[in-house]
């Protein structure tokens, strides 16, 4: 296993004014991601700045937390491999074993038994 890259995710009710507090900040969108967790919809956005930095803030439909939620976003070259990986480590996916899954990746949150979470995500390069 991989790891490709390391960032923060941000989950959020209202995206617009995170994205427009890392604008300022000096971040810029870089693209747009548009999923389903089957239950409700997810707007990532992924931003980045000048010197590589980058920050991941996604919108779901129907958030129930009433403040924001603090992920790290670990890409990594083998979703399957990581996923057993964390979960021998003691990590625990909220869902049950449930994925997002889209054209373009494959993603679960996990939370570490400390109680910090990791949104592990493999992209998939093979796609329309």
Do not use: W
């Not at 494959?106 to 979470?117: D, H, N």
């Amino acid at each position: 296993m991989k790891i490709t890259t390391f960032n923060p995710l941000i989950v959020t009710k209202d995206s617009a004014p995170l994205v427009e507090l890392f604008e300022a900040l000096g971040f810029e969108k870089r693209h747009n991601l548009k999923a389903s967790t089957g239950e409700k919809a997810i707007d990532s956005i992924r931003m980045k700045n000048e010197a590589g930095f980058y920050v991941d803030i996604s919108e779901v439909e129907d958030f129930a937390l009433p403040q924001d939620l603090t992920l790290i976003r670990m890409n990594v070259d083998n979703f399957d491999e990581a996923y057993e990986k964390l979960k021998s480590m003691g990590f625990v996916n909220p869902r049950g074993d449930d994925t997002v899954d889209t054209k373009s990746n494959k993603s679960a949150m996990l939370r570490s038994p400390s109680g910090f979470g990791i949104d592990l995500c493999q992209h998939i390069k093979d796609h329309d």
